[in-house]
T-cell receptor
Framework: DTAVSQTPKYLVTQMGNDKSIKCEQNLGHDTMYWYKQDSKKFLKIMFSYNNKELIINETVPNRFSPKSPDKAHLNLHINSLELGDSAVYFC????????????????FGEGSRLTVL | AQSVTQLGSHVSVSEGALVLLRCNYSSSVPPYLFWYVQYPNQGLQLLLKYTTGATLVKGINGFEAEFKKSETSFHLTKPSAHLSDAAEYFCAVSVPSQGAQKLVFGQGTRLTINP
């Protein structure tokens, strides 16, 4: 059983298109995240949801729109794709609850490699 | 702002040699610190973490790290490298953000093992 699963694993598309990446976790966690890993392997948080509510929204273009239909799912929709959006996008989950002490662990998915041509 | 800095983007050691990957943190409060490993084309896997208590933390695959407050360091070590240890390693710290918490990662260190 995969704890945090993302689909698709690979995505190749043209500039200007719209695409979505889906994420599901079966760990019963309250909090989910999207991270972006660039070509230099640098990881940066994009969004975090706690029990379907947006709790962290980093400086991300508004072409990126996360959606959490329930606490086990967090999807990422990207409009008008640009070359610079090419990256690996990681979904993660954590048992962290708002007002808890600091995060004790993040569980990551396998990543979705997006290539924009 | 709380952050971590990994010294050395690339470390190369011989099989059987000591592995030392360096991580320094900046934090005004006691930090929660992590080491993650990323094998090629895979997600990140937790190696070990320091939250509170014992400063020497043992993780999976024979790795360990020591939290040294006086040096603001959390270096990762393994006494004897295996070929299978070749991967990208990330140090991370939990930081407050917008009323919640997030993990902030260092730049990563690529570990190469020479046969």
């Amino acid at each position: 059983d995969t704890a945090v699963s993302q689909t698709p694993k690979y995505l190749v598309t043209q500039m200007g298109n719209d695409k979505s990446i889906k994420c599901e976790q079966n760990l019963g966690h309250d909090t989910m995240y999207w991270y972006k890993q660039d070509s230099k392997k640098f990881l940066k948080i994009m969004f975090s949801y706690n029990n379907k509510e947006l709790i962290i929204n980093e400086t991300v273009p508004n072409r990126f729109s996360p959606k959490s239909p329930d606490k086990a799912h967090l999807n990422l929709h990207i409009n008008s794709l640009e070359l610079g959006d090419s990256a690996v996008y990681f979904c993660a989950s954590s048992p962290y609850k708002v007002n808890d002490p600091p995060i004790r662990e993040l569980f990551f998915g396998e990543g979705s490699r997006l290539t924009v041509l | 702002a709380q952050s971590v800095t990994q010294l050395g983007s690339h470390v190369s050691v011989s099989e059987g040699a000591l592995v030392l990957l360096r991580c320094n943190y900046s934090s005004s409060v006691p930090p929660y610190l992590f080491w993650y490993v990323q094998y090629p084309n895979q997600g990140l896997q937790l190696l070990l973490k320091y939250t509170t208590g014992a400063t020497l933390v043992k993780g999976i695959n024979g790795f360990e790290a020591e939290f040294k407050k006086s040096e603001t360091s959390f270096h990762l070590t393994k006494p004897s490298a295996h070929l299978s240890d070749a991967a990208e390693y990330f140090c991370a710290v939990s930081v407050p953000s917008q009323g919640a918490q997030k993990l902030v990662f260092g730049q990563g260190t690529r570990l190469t093992i020479n046969p």
